[in-house]
T-cell receptor, first 112, second 115 residues
Framework: GQQVMQIPQYQHVQEGEDFTTYCNSS?????IQWYKQRPGGHPVFLIQ?????EVKKQKRLTFQFGEAKKNSSLHITATQTTDVGTYFC????????????FGKGTKLSVKP | DAGVTQSPTHLIKTRGQHVTLRCSPI?????VSWYQQVLGQGPQFIFQ???????GRGNFPDRFSARQFPNYSSELNVNALLLGDSALYLC??????????????FGSGTRLTIV
């Protein structure tokens, strides 16, 4: 079945350093979504990418969708302690069954 | 507007029992999806409902069932509970059906513990 792989599993950075998490799907996706889950919380929607090669920015966060619509990345510039949490990518395959398949997430810790 | 509400927030059950979890989507949202999240893992898809019809089912045993009501709220039922069913159960609502591209809004979840 469809799988979404995400690396790294953990990332520890010093405050001010950059952070990147990568997501790869075994099949072509109709869109990819990114979520952030704070410790003890629930996933919160960050963004959706739909077009091949799409790049979107939200302040210090940059999201990319690969040309083949099989991979994606999230890059955070100059991390802050408020960025702490687990970042999940979630891919949606086209068709009538449009459920999201989540990666295992990248847990980010930021040392002040 | 209220977000996605789930009840109960926490639940402790013993093996073999059954459980019903409830979810009310955001007003106007017609799609509800259920996910199971085991500690340290990403959410695993269980069911998706849109307009009261099942539109997707994940790789879960028949002990898991769900339904969506005319007001778009939903219930997830799990029978013959096993220790491995201990997890955070998340409900997500979305504005439109599976063919549309919309983000999900998750509820705070139900923490189910099986003893």
């Amino acid at each position: 079945g469809q799988q979404v792989m995400q690396i790294p599993q953990y990332q520890h950075v010093q405050e001010g350093e950059d952070f990147t998490t990568y997501c790869n799907s075994s099949t072509t996706l109709s869109n990819i979504q990114w979520y952030k889950q704070r410790p003890g919380g629930h996933p919160v929607f960050l963004i959706q990418l739909v077009k091949s090669g799409e790049v979107k920015k939200q302040k210090r966060l940059t999201f990319q969708f690969g040309e083949a619509k099989k991979n994606s990345s999230l890059h955070i510039t100059a991390t802050q302690t408020t960025d702490v949490g687990t970042y999940f990518c979630a891919g949606k395959k086209g068709g009538s069954q449009g459920n999201l398949i989540f990666g295992k997430g990248t847990k980010l810790s930021v040392k002040p | 507007d209220a977000g996605v509400t789930q009840s109960p927030t926490h639940l402790i059950k013993t093996r073999g029992q059954h459980v019903t979890l409830r979810c009310s989507p955001i007003s106007g949202h017609k799609s509800v999806s259920w996910y199971q999240q085991v500690l340290g893992q990403g959410p695993q898809f269980i069911f998706q409902y849109y307009e009261k019809e099942e539109r997707g089912r994940g790789n879960f045993p028949d002990r898991f069932s769900a339904r969506q009501f005319p007001n778009y709220s939903s219930e997830l039922n799990v029978n013959a509970l096993l220790l491995g069913d201990s997890a955070l159960y998340l409900c997500a609502s979305s504005l439109a059906g599976p063919l549309a591209n919309y983000g999900y809004t998750f509820g705070s979840g139900t923490r189910l513990t099986i003893v």
